[in-house]
């Protein structure tokens, strides 16, 4: 039988670790407020003016997160 230890050899320091993770947060939390923002202006169009733009009220959400998040989200 077969056994796989893994050792860390090195890691960041812990202030590091900790500006990455705020740096993380907050771009999570840019992209969260982009796609709020998006969905809600697109929820307020009319009918007429999401068919003058060539957008089903059933693509919102898909817009939405691809203006928040990129073309893979």
Known sequence: MAYITG????????????ADLR???????SNWRIYRTTLSELQDLSLR???DLGINPSMIKRIALEAAYGKNA
Do not use: D
């Open 7 to 18: 050792n860390r050899t090195h890691t960041a320091p812990i202030g590091q670790r900790l």
């Open 23 to 29: 740096t993380t947060a907050l771009q999570a939390y």
């Open 49 to 51: 003016e999401m068919t």
